[in-house]
């Protein structure tokens, strides 16, 4: 019962950015993670940023002091900024949340369909 969609992938240029978002919705009573994954052809699904509804944020390795993720809370939304982009970041980035949809449930895991990032000159 809770959807997640994401925005804004597409082809840029080594050295470029793109900004992500991620809009979650549905019928949705709590949030507490959300995160950023990664697929890249051959490769295994990684993390890439992740974020608490306290404001904590850990990013994966790879990433770290190029991207950038922001919360906004109220909208639901996810974002993810990234920065001097390298063709190794070329990869099917998918949003992922963990939310209360059933009040009287628990938290769940919920993924969003990916939007393809390329990297290329």
């Known amino acids: 019962q809770v959807q997640l969609v994401e925005s804004g992938g597409g082809l840029v240029q080594p050295g470029g950015s793109l900004r992500l978002s991620c809009v979650a919705s549905?019928?949705?009573?709590?949030?507490?993670?959300m995160a950023w994954y990664r697929r890249a052809p051959g490769n295994e699904r990684d993390l890439v940023a992740r974020?608490?509804?306290?404001?904590?944020?850990n990013y994966g390795d790879s990433v770290k002091g190029r991207f950038t993720v922001s919360r906004d809370n109220a909208k639901n939304t996810l974002y993810l900024q990234m920065n001097s982009l390298k063709p190794e970041d070329t990869a099917n980035y998918f949003c992922?949340?963990?939310?209360?949809?059933?009040?009287?449930?628990?938290?769940?895991?919920?993924w969003g369909q990916g939007t393809q990032v390329t990297v290329s000159s």
């Open positions: 974020t608490t509804v306290d404001g904590r944020i």
């Open positions: 549905g019928r949705i009573h709590g949030i507490n993670a």
């Open positions: 992922y949340t963990e939310a209360l949809s059933d009040p009287g449930g628990r938290f769940l895991p919920y």
